[in-house]
T-cell receptor
Framework: KQEVTQIPAALSVPEGENLVLNCSFT??????LQWFRQDPGKGLTSLLL?????REQTSGRLNASLDKSSGRSTLYIAASQPGDSATYLCAVIRHNAGNMLTFGGGTRLMVKP | NAGVTQTPKFQVLKTGQSMTLQCAQD?????MSWYRQDPGMGLRLIHY???????DQGEVPNGYNVSRSTTEDFPLRLLSAAPSQTSVYFC????????????FGPGTRLLVL
Protein backbone atom coordinates (compact mmCIF):
# COMPACT_ATOMS: atom_id res chain seq x y z
CA LYS A 1 0.00 0.00 0.00
CA GLN A 2 1.28 3.44 -0.92
CA GLU A 3 1.81 5.85 1.95
CA VAL A 4 2.70 9.50 1.45
CA THR A 5 4.19 11.61 4.22
CA GLN A 6 4.81 15.34 4.32
CA ILE A 7 7.22 17.01 6.69
CA PRO A 8 6.89 19.43 8.36
CA ALA A 9 3.17 19.51 9.10
CA ALA A 10 3.35 23.27 9.66
CA LEU A 11 5.88 25.94 8.86
CA SER A 12 6.08 29.65 9.64
CA VAL A 13 8.67 31.84 7.94
CA PRO A 14 9.30 35.56 7.46
CA GLU A 15 8.62 37.07 4.08
CA GLY A 16 11.47 36.76 1.60
CA GLU A 17 12.86 33.44 2.81
CA ASN A 18 13.52 30.54 0.50
CA LEU A 19 11.94 27.36 1.79
CA VAL A 20 11.67 23.65 1.09
CA LEU A 21 8.69 21.39 1.64
CA ASN A 22 9.26 17.65 1.76
CA CYS A 23 7.20 14.73 0.52
CA SER A 24 8.09 11.04 0.79
CA PHE A 25 6.33 7.95 -0.55
CA THR A 26 6.81 4.28 0.17
CA UNK A 27 6.20 2.69 -3.25
CA UNK A 28 8.50 3.94 -6.00
CA UNK A 29 6.36 2.43 -8.78
CA UNK A 30 4.58 5.67 -9.61
CA UNK A 31 3.44 7.35 -12.81
CA UNK A 32 3.77 10.88 -11.50
CA LEU A 33 3.76 13.16 -8.50
CA GLN A 34 1.63 16.28 -8.28
CA TRP A 35 1.92 19.26 -5.93
CA PHE A 36 -1.24 21.14 -4.99
CA ARG A 37 -2.05 24.28 -3.08
CA GLN A 38 -5.17 24.55 -0.91
CA ASP A 39 -6.36 27.81 0.59
CA PRO A 40 -8.63 27.64 3.67
CA GLY A 41 -12.14 26.60 2.71
CA LYS A 42 -11.20 26.26 -0.95
CA GLY A 43 -10.45 23.56 -3.47
CA LEU A 44 -7.10 22.25 -4.64
CA THR A 45 -5.07 24.13 -7.21
CA SER A 46 -2.51 22.16 -9.18
CA LEU A 47 0.96 23.70 -8.98
CA LEU A 48 3.31 21.25 -10.64
CA LEU A 49 3.19 17.78 -12.12
CA UNK A 50 6.36 15.68 -12.37
CA UNK A 51 6.29 12.55 -14.49
CA UNK A 52 8.18 9.54 -13.15
CA UNK A 53 10.81 9.95 -15.88
CA UNK A 54 11.51 13.57 -14.93
CA ARG A 55 13.78 14.95 -12.24
CA GLU A 56 12.22 18.38 -11.77
CA GLN A 57 9.67 20.92 -12.91
CA THR A 58 9.66 24.69 -12.54
CA SER A 59 6.92 27.29 -12.55
CA GLY A 60 7.82 30.83 -11.61
CA ARG A 61 9.19 30.85 -8.05
CA LEU A 62 8.33 27.17 -7.59
CA ASN A 63 10.62 24.26 -8.31
CA ALA A 64 9.70 20.66 -7.62
CA SER A 65 12.15 17.78 -7.73
CA LEU A 66 11.59 14.06 -7.78
CA ASP A 67 13.91 11.23 -6.73
CA LYS A 68 11.80 8.19 -7.47
CA SER A 69 14.37 5.64 -6.32
CA SER A 70 14.53 7.12 -2.84
CA GLY A 71 10.82 7.93 -2.71
CA ARG A 72 11.26 11.65 -2.19
CA SER A 73 10.09 14.93 -3.66
CA THR A 74 10.75 18.51 -2.61
CA LEU A 75 8.92 21.72 -3.40
CA TYR A 76 11.20 24.73 -3.32
CA ILE A 77 9.61 28.17 -2.97
CA ALA A 78 11.90 31.09 -3.67
CA ALA A 79 11.50 34.53 -2.10
CA SER A 80 8.36 33.61 -0.19
CA GLN A 81 5.48 36.10 0.02
CA PRO A 82 2.48 36.39 2.37
CA GLY A 83 0.30 35.32 -0.56
CA ASP A 84 2.07 31.95 -0.51
CA SER A 85 0.40 31.16 2.82
CA ALA A 86 -1.69 28.02 2.28
CA THR A 87 -1.59 24.26 2.74
CA TYR A 88 0.59 22.43 0.24
CA LEU A 89 -0.30 18.85 -0.64
CA CYS A 90 1.67 16.29 -2.59
CA ALA A 91 0.03 13.29 -4.23
CA VAL A 92 1.24 10.32 -6.28
CA ILE A 93 -0.36 8.01 -8.79
CA ARG A 94 1.10 4.55 -8.51
CA HIS A 95 1.07 1.77 -11.04
CA ASN A 96 -2.01 -0.43 -11.18
CA ALA A 97 -4.12 2.13 -9.31
CA GLY A 98 -5.93 3.73 -12.24
CA ASN A 99 -5.84 7.50 -11.84
CA MET A 100 -6.18 7.37 -8.08
CA LEU A 101 -4.19 10.02 -6.25
CA THR A 102 -2.71 9.06 -2.89
CA PHE A 103 -2.26 12.23 -0.85
CA GLY A 104 0.07 13.25 1.91
CA GLY A 105 -1.27 15.03 4.96
CA GLY A 106 -0.05 18.42 3.77
CA THR A 107 2.22 21.18 5.05
CA ARG A 108 0.50 24.30 6.38
CA LEU A 109 2.65 27.28 5.43
CA MET A 110 2.41 30.75 6.92
CA VAL A 111 4.56 33.54 5.50
CA LYS A 112 4.67 36.53 7.83
CA PRO A 113 5.06 40.08 6.45
CA ASN B 1 -13.64 27.36 -19.48
CA ALA B 2 -15.37 27.14 -16.11
CA GLY B 3 -13.22 24.12 -15.24
CA VAL B 4 -14.70 21.80 -12.61
CA THR B 5 -17.82 23.10 -10.90
CA GLN B 6 -19.62 21.68 -7.88
CA THR B 7 -23.01 22.39 -6.32
CA PRO B 8 -24.09 23.02 -3.65
CA LYS B 9 -21.25 24.73 -1.78
CA PHE B 10 -22.69 23.82 1.59
CA GLN B 11 -25.44 21.48 2.73
CA VAL B 12 -26.93 20.38 6.04
CA LEU B 13 -28.75 17.05 6.16
CA LYS B 14 -30.49 15.06 8.81
CA THR B 15 -29.54 11.42 9.34
CA GLY B 16 -31.37 9.24 6.85
CA GLN B 17 -31.98 11.94 4.26
CA SER B 18 -30.76 11.55 0.71
CA MET B 19 -29.11 14.03 -1.57
CA THR B 20 -27.05 14.37 -4.73
CA LEU B 21 -23.83 16.33 -5.00
CA GLN B 22 -23.38 17.69 -8.48
CA CYS B 23 -20.12 17.85 -10.43
CA ALA B 24 -19.58 19.10 -13.96
CA GLN B 25 -16.56 19.83 -16.14
CA ASP B 26 -16.30 21.56 -19.50
CA UNK B 27 -12.83 20.38 -20.49
CA UNK B 28 -13.96 17.20 -22.25
CA UNK B 29 -12.10 15.11 -19.67
CA UNK B 30 -12.67 11.37 -19.73
CA UNK B 31 -11.66 10.69 -16.15
CA MET B 32 -13.69 12.03 -13.21
CA SER B 33 -13.56 11.17 -9.54
CA TRP B 34 -14.89 12.01 -6.10
CA TYR B 35 -12.74 12.46 -2.98
CA ARG B 36 -13.63 13.26 0.57
CA GLN B 37 -11.37 15.26 2.87
CA ASP B 38 -11.42 14.68 6.61
CA PRO B 39 -9.13 16.06 9.33
CA GLY B 40 -6.36 13.62 10.08
CA MET B 41 -7.38 11.33 7.19
CA GLY B 42 -6.42 13.47 4.23
CA LEU B 43 -8.16 13.05 0.89
CA ARG B 44 -9.53 9.63 0.01
CA LEU B 45 -11.04 8.38 -3.24
CA ILE B 46 -14.74 7.45 -3.11
CA HIS B 47 -15.66 6.54 -6.72
CA TYR B 48 -14.28 7.23 -10.14
CA UNK B 49 -15.23 7.02 -13.81
CA UNK B 50 -13.02 6.50 -16.85
CA UNK B 51 -15.74 7.56 -19.28
CA UNK B 52 -19.46 7.82 -19.86
CA UNK B 53 -21.22 4.67 -18.70
CA UNK B 54 -18.21 3.36 -16.73
CA UNK B 55 -17.78 3.75 -12.97
CA ASP B 56 -15.80 1.94 -10.28
CA GLN B 57 -15.18 2.04 -6.55
CA GLY B 58 -12.33 3.78 -4.81
CA GLU B 59 -11.03 3.40 -1.26
CA VAL B 60 -14.17 4.43 0.66
CA PRO B 61 -17.25 3.71 -1.51
CA ASN B 62 -19.72 2.52 1.14
CA GLY B 63 -22.82 4.71 1.43
CA TYR B 64 -22.29 6.41 -1.93
CA ASN B 65 -23.56 5.78 -5.46
CA VAL B 66 -22.44 7.28 -8.75
CA SER B 67 -23.41 7.20 -12.40
CA ARG B 68 -21.93 8.76 -15.52
CA SER B 69 -24.46 9.29 -18.29
CA THR B 70 -22.53 12.09 -20.02
CA THR B 71 -18.88 13.07 -20.32
CA GLU B 72 -19.56 16.37 -18.54
CA ASP B 73 -21.41 15.27 -15.40
CA PHE B 74 -20.56 12.94 -12.52
CA PRO B 75 -23.07 13.19 -9.64
CA LEU B 76 -22.48 11.59 -6.24
CA ARG B 77 -25.52 10.27 -4.40
CA LEU B 78 -25.95 9.71 -0.68
CA LEU B 79 -28.93 7.39 -0.33
CA SER B 80 -29.27 7.54 3.47
CA ALA B 81 -26.96 10.09 5.05
CA ALA B 82 -25.05 9.25 8.23
CA PRO B 83 -23.07 11.55 10.57
CA SER B 84 -19.90 9.72 9.43
CA GLN B 85 -20.44 11.25 5.99
CA THR B 86 -19.90 14.74 7.36
CA SER B 87 -16.96 15.89 5.28
CA VAL B 88 -15.78 18.10 2.46
CA TYR B 89 -16.30 16.51 -0.93
CA PHE B 90 -14.17 17.28 -3.96
CA CYS B 91 -14.71 16.34 -7.56
CA UNK B 92 -11.72 16.04 -9.89
CA UNK B 93 -11.20 15.44 -13.59
CA UNK B 94 -8.39 14.80 -16.06
CA UNK B 95 -7.73 13.48 -19.51
CA UNK B 96 -7.75 9.73 -19.79
CA UNK B 97 -4.31 8.58 -18.77
CA UNK B 98 -2.74 8.39 -15.33
CA UNK B 99 0.00 10.76 -16.45
CA UNK B 100 -2.20 13.82 -16.78
CA UNK B 101 -2.76 16.71 -14.37
CA UNK B 102 -5.91 16.37 -12.30
CA UNK B 103 -8.10 19.43 -11.74
CA PHE B 104 -10.27 19.84 -8.66
CA GLY B 105 -13.54 21.61 -8.05
CA PRO B 106 -14.13 24.06 -5.17
CA GLY B 107 -15.72 21.44 -2.93
CA THR B 108 -19.02 20.82 -1.16
CA ARG B 109 -19.14 21.02 2.62
CA LEU B 110 -21.64 18.52 4.01
CA LEU B 111 -22.87 18.38 7.58
CA VAL B 112 -25.02 15.44 8.61
CA LEU B 113 -26.81 15.88 11.92
Amino acid sequence: KQEVTQIPAALSVPEGENLVLNCSFTDSAIYNLQWFRQDPGKGLTSLLLIQSSQREQTSGRLNASLDKSSGRSTLYIAASQPGDSATYLCAVIRHNAGNMLTFGGGTRLMVKP
Amino acid sequence: NAGVTQTPKFQVLKTGQSMTLQCAQDMNHEYMSWYRQDPGMGLRLIHYSVGAGITDQGEVPNGYNVSRSTTEDFPLRLLSAAPSQTSVYFCASSYGTAKETQYFGPGTRLLVL
